[in-house]
């Protein structure tokens, strides 16, 4: 399929405007949900890059302003929560527009959440119902233009904060936190960093193949998590290999959004793994699935076998369960992608620390086998 016929407009879960070219109708994006003047939310790792600059000289000749946020780095908290919020009401703004990775695009949106807020953010944490504490009609309007394709944030009704305190990673939730418009111009992505390609991309495929591996109900989630793990498997490596194939890019924009989408179904161990690594050492989220990935798969196996190998045979691999763990290393091999965590600095001084925030970790209770502090301490001296 060429780029050219890959230019559509979705309505699942949000209106996605999907192309080559398509950050150009970002002051039409903000018109059409009410925003005049905008906040601009980036990272601070792409402020001084071209797309940065595109995406703000779009915004100024539609008049909408080019005020820029660009105080977010990796894992962001509450104290870069605190400075946007104050740079947004100080300057008036009526709406977010943010652009980036998953850092940036949880932030902006959690900014824009916010805005209206009486109760301190920590109040709204994915917990049973506790949404409902918010005030709805304070919750700013959100544009999200995703930069990488992984996380998937872009379409995703939660945004990620770590507390800054205790280190913990916190899922911050409400309905309305679903961006109002996303643009997915994959020709954003042509710049990204092979090792940056590589993680993030992982991150899209475990996102869909852990929601897959669910055992909660959710059969359109079920048929998503499937076709967005064979567009990775299709498309990563080229991607990885060749960044500036527009086609591989938009068909990674496409699996990262697809698996956001599905992990309605849930999520896993992996996640679980993985997010008090990134709390209290700052790694890099995708690479640490990456990482984490082949061994969780080993302790799930007696749960997921038969589920996988019908996986196996979607995605033309010989050899059922076996065969899909063997390739799963190889491409991860071929990727970069460690094989232990201690390649990205971590140590095994804080096991009982990690296992016990793994278990308390939202994505556990998705996992096909329930997970205890000593299973998690033992995955954790494993991985490391």
């Known amino acids: 399929m060429s780029i050219e016929a890959m230019t559509s407009?979705?309505?699942?879960?949000?209106?996605?405007?999907?192309?080559?070219?398509?950050?150009?109708?970002?002051?039409?994006?903000?018109?059409?949900?009410?925003?005049?003047?905008?906040?601009?939310?980036?990272?601070?790792?792409?402020?001084?890059?071209s797309i940065v600059e595109v995406a703000l000289g779009?915004?100024?000749?539609?008049?909408?302003?080019?005020?820029?946020?660009?105080?977010?780095?990796?894992?962001?908290?509450?104290?870069?929560?605190?400075?946007?919020?104050?740079v947004f009401r100080s300057g008036g703004h009526d709406g977010v527009v943010a652009l980036g990775g998953g850092s940036a695009l949880d932030l902006g949106k959690i900014i824009a959440f916010m805005s209206g807020q009486a109760r301190p953010v920590w109040d709204f944490e994915?917990?049973?119902?506790?949404?409902?504490?918010?005030?709805?009609?304070?919750?700013?309007?959100?544009?999200?233009?995703?930069?990488?394709?992984?996380?998937?944030?872009?379409?995703?009704?939660?945004?990620?904060?770590?507390?800054?305190?205790?280190?913990?990673?916190?899922?911050?939730f409400h309905p309305k936190m679903l961006p109002s418009v996303v643009i997915c111009d994959p020709e954003l992505t042509l710049g990204l960093p092979p090792m940056i390609t590589a993680g993030?991309?992982?991150?899209?495929?475990?996102?869909?193949?852990?929601?897959?591996?669910?055992?909660?109900?959710?059969?359109?989630?079920?048929?998503?998590?499937?076709?967005?793990?064979?567009?990775?498997?299709?498309?990563?490596?080229?991607?990885?290999?060749?960044?500036?194939?527009?086609?591989?890019?938009?068909?990674?924009?496409?699996?990262?959004?697809?698996?956001?989408?599905a992990f309605q179904k849930g999520l896993g161990c992996v996640h679980a793994l993985s997010h008090p690594l990134g709390a209290v050492y700052d790694t890099p989220h995708?690479?640490?699935?990456?990482?984490?990935?082949?061994?969780?798969?080993?302790?799930?196996?007696?749960?997921?076998?038969?589920?996988?190998?019908?996986?196996?045979?979607?995605?033309?691999i010989e050899g059922g369960f076996d065969g899909f763990y063997a390739w799963v290393v190889a491409f991860s091999e071929k990727l970069g992608v460690p094989k232990k965590m201690s390649k990205l600095g971590v140590d095994k001084s804080q096991l009982d620390l990690l296992a016990q925030m793994a278990v308390d970790d939202p994505s556990a209770g998705g996992n096909p086998i329930p997970l205890t502090v000593t299973i998690t301490r033992e995955l954790y001296d494993q991985i490391i």
């Open 9 to 49: 407009n979705w309505s699942y879960p949000t209106e996605i405007r999907f192309g080559a070219g398509r950050i150009q109708e970002l002051s039409e994006a903000c018109a059409s949900v009410g925003i005049s003047k905008p906040l601009f939310v980036t990272d601070a790792g792409l402020v001084e890059l």
């Open 58 to 86: 779009v915004l100024e000749r539609g008049g909408l302003g080019r005020a820029l946020f660009s105080e977010v780095y990796p894992n962001p908290d509450e104290l870069s929560l605190e400075k946007g919020l104050g």
């Open 126 to 172: 994915d917990v049973d119902d506790w949404w409902a504490r918010a005030d709805s009609e304070g919750i700013a309007p959100i544009i999200a233009i995703p930069t990488t394709a992984g996380t998937g944030s872009e379409v995703g009704r939660a945004g990620i904060l770590t507390n800054s305190v205790d280190h913990v990673k916190k899922i911050i």
């Open 200 to 261: 993030t991309g992982m991150d899209a495929f475990i996102h869909s193949f852990e929601a897959y591996c669910s055992p909660l109900y959710h059969p359109m989630s079920q048929g998503i998590a499937l076709e967005g793990m064979k567009l990775v498997k299709d498309n990563l490596l080229q991607a990885y290999q060749d960044g500036g194939d527009v086609v591989a890019r938009a068909n990674m924009m496409s699996a990262a959004a697809m698996g956001a989408v």
């Open 286 to 316: 995708g690479m640490t699935n990456a990482i984490a990935l082949p061994y969780v798969m080993q302790f799930n196996r007696p749960a997921i076998e038969s589920r996988v190998e019908r996986l196996a045979a979607y995605l033309d």
